[in-house]
């Protein structure tokens, strides 16, 4: 059974940081494709990041760009998501899951999913 636990989300002033962390564990996590998804409240699930099984394809949502960065370490079967100058627009519950589709932006497209850890971002 695959399992995935974020962790790392809190509460953060408008400009700050957080870090984003998420373990798999139950599957061979560095052939699969991992990806950060966010959900506000009365929005839908969106697509944030995406890293594929090397590292070496990286997607990123229009509207974090130039602020988040994806990582991976396969060694460790984690994935990570460095937010950088947040924005309150940025809050929302994180989730990270893992699939098989290289560039993958669609829930659809993944298959194991984490329960979400929730960022918040004051203005």
């Known amino acids: 059974q695959v399992q995935l636990v974020e962790s790392g989300g809190g509460l953060v002033q408008a400009g700050g940081s957080l870090r984003l962390s998420c373990a798999v564990s139950?599957?061979?996590?560095?052939?699969?494709?991992a990806g950060w998804f966010r959900q506000a409240p009365g929005k839908e699930r969106e697509f944030v990041a995406s890293?594929?099984?090397?590292?070496?394809?990286?997607y990123y949502s229009d509207s974090v760009k130039g602020r988040f960065t994806i990582s991976r370490d396969n060694a460790k079967n984690t994935v990570y998501l460095q937010m950088n100058n947040l924005k309150p627009e940025d809050t929302a519950l994180y989730y990270c899951a893992t699939g098989a589709v290289v560039a993958g932006r669609r829930t659809n497209d993944y298959n194991y999913w984490g329960q979400g850890t929730q960022v918040t971002v004051s203005s």
């Open positions: 139950g599957s061979p996590f560095s052939t699969f494709v």
């Open positions: 890293i594929s099984w090397s590292g070496r394809s990286i």
